[in-house]
């Protein structure tokens, strides 16, 4: 192998000139890369780091991607430089015989980032920052001594695990400013809030105009039996076929999680800094929630008419009622009124079964706090309604009914009408715990008043369907009945045939 201090510009010619032009393709076949389909006019390196680690060489670079439309965007991408390429799937045979690949698929990748993180390693770019939090030094070093195992399920980001005990989130795309993962974990755990992954440290990467990018946040390991998502299905199942437990404890798994929702919501609502202190909802701040709505409206009808070739039959029969049943929906975003005064605090903000985990004493964490991905980050540090995290939880349970509906194939009219009250059970004993949490908060968060709640939350459930709308008619049509049904009672409960993956 080369020796990368002697040779760091012969190899950064050979990488901008053979791996480069092969970027593009590979690019696409990336589960984190979030631009797929868009077209690629140019690829670059905006930075590049080399180092020699185990045999390969490390280049860790922050790639450059322009778009047709005059748009960029930056990735963070480590490449290894290696003799022997093993599982990992090849970018580019380099003319000298070796091999590019991603190298978080290298076996010595995590231990690297780890040293590097709690600063046993260094580099000459002073453009990489990377810090850890203050009584972490035996989880790291315990860390060390595991093995670094890539997690292999297709996500946004990519996340290193080292046993049980710490795991690394690596953000491929990057958009500057505070993580807000980051900076919301390191502001609970000040606070004292347990029931989320303790923060070790962080990475981010400083370009040429003296921007920060974060780059990499290091967790504590939350031992678990699953995610929400996966978790539950099991009970809808178990409810579909009449199987489920009754009695007094027949919801107590989603009473506990409605509990610590508002646990967390109060947690959040007492942090003094700055970005966290609440502010109070407003005129303008109703109107602006108004006025989403009434354009999501129009842009689901316009959407459903524009995917109706590919939603199930019955949706395309139906089409000419729905979209204007949905325009009639229009005085159900006035509930927004209700939170005049109640203040806007910093949230989850994509909040949903996949954003928990169920641990193994019958409680829960709750993971994630990047916000929607899509979405700018000043829009994810913005302050909302609490009753924006109650909601998407409620809209996860619909689809865990409708994933179970959908599983069936045809399901009987006994096994709809059991998962019908397994969602009014399961909402029932979320939001009783929820606003019991959120009761005892030192200050009120949501409407006291049962019917103002109750209005204030038809409207943000209503915000949130709608969203899910424009993303099944643009992803997935024949997902399209689960929120149209939350939206639209009158469609049943009979489910299309097709099986698939449900969002969680």
Do not use: C
Not at 184 to 198: D, K, M, N, Y
Not at 243 to 270: I, K, M, N, V
Not at 456 to 472: G, T, V
């Amino acid at each position: 192998m080369r020796e990368p201090e002697a040779e760091r510009n012969d190899l950064e010619r050979t990488l901008r000139e053979e791996a480069l032009p092969r970027l593009p393709a590979w690019l696409e076949t990336r589960r984190w890369f979030s631009d797929k389909g868009r077209d690629i006019t140019g690829v670059g390196f905006d930075d590049i780091e080399i180092d020699g680690v185990d045999g390969d060489v490390l280049a860790l670079t922050i790639l450059h991607v322009d778009f047709a439309d005059g748009s960029e965007a930056r990735y963070v991408l480590p490449l290894a430089v290696t003799d022997g390429a093993g599982d990992a799937a090849p970018i580019v045979t380099l003319v000298s015989g070796e091999t590019v690949v991603d190298a978080t698929e290298r076996p010595w990748f995590g231990r690297w980032a780890l040293d590097r993180l709690a600063g046993r390693t260094s580099g000459g770019d002073s453009a990489w920052r990377f810090t850890v939090a203050e009584g972490v030094e035996p989880i790291i070093a315990a860390a060390r001594e595991e093995p670094a195992t890539l997690v292999r399920v297709e996500q946004s980001n990519s996340s290193i695990r080292f046993d049980e005990l710490l795991m690394i989130k690596i953000f491929r795309r990057l958009q500057p400013g505070p993580n807000p993962d980051e900076e919301i974990l390191r502001a609970l755990g000040g606070a004292g809030f347990a029931r989320v992954p303790r923060f070790i440290g962080a990475a981010s990467w400083r370009s040429r105009e003296g921007i920060d990018y974060p780059v990499a946040l290091a967790l504590a390991f939350v031992p678990n039996v699953g995610d929400g998502w996966s978790w539950l299905l099991q009970r809808v199942d178990m409810a579909a076929a009449g199987e489920g437990e009754a009695g007094d404890d027949a919801y107590a798994a989603e009473w506990l999680l409605g509990r610590r929702t508002g646990e967390l919501h109060a947690a959040l609502s007492q942090i003094a800094e700055p970005d966290f202190v609440p502010l109070a909802q407003d005129e303008a701040g109703v109107a602006e929630n108004e006025r989403r709505v009434d354009a999501a409206i129009e842009g689901a009808a316009d959407l459903l008419q524009e995917t109706a070739a590919r939603a199930p039959a019955r949706l395309r029969k139906a089409l000419p009622l729905m979209i204007s049943e949905l325009r009639a929906l229009r005085e159900q975003a006035r509930g927004f009124r209700d939170e005049i005064g109640m203040p806007r605090i910093r949230v989850h903000g994509d909040y949903h079964l996949g954003q928990t985990l169920r641990t193994p004493d019958g409680d829960w964490v709750i993971i994630d706090f990047e916000g929607e991905p899509a979405r700018p980050v000043a829009e994810r540090r913005q302050r909302w309604s609490p009753l924006k995290d109650v909601a998407g939880m409620l809209r996860s349970f619909a689809y865990a009914r409708g994933a179970a509906l959908r599983a069936s194939g045809a399901a009987s009219a006994d096994e709809a009408r059991r998962l019908a009250i397994w969602e009014a059970g399961a909402r029932r004993a979320f939001l009783e715990g929820y606003r019991g949490a959120v009761g005892a908060a030192r200050m009120a968060l949501v409407p006291a008043d049962d019917a103002a709640f109750g209005r204030a939350l038809r409207a943000w459930e209503l915000d949130k369907a709608l969203y899910e709308i424009a993303y099944e008619a643009r992803n997935r049509p024949d997902w399209l009945e689960v929120p149209l049904r939350a939206l639209l009672p009158d469609l049943g409960d009979q489910p299309v045939a097709e099986t698939g993956a449900a969002p969680a």
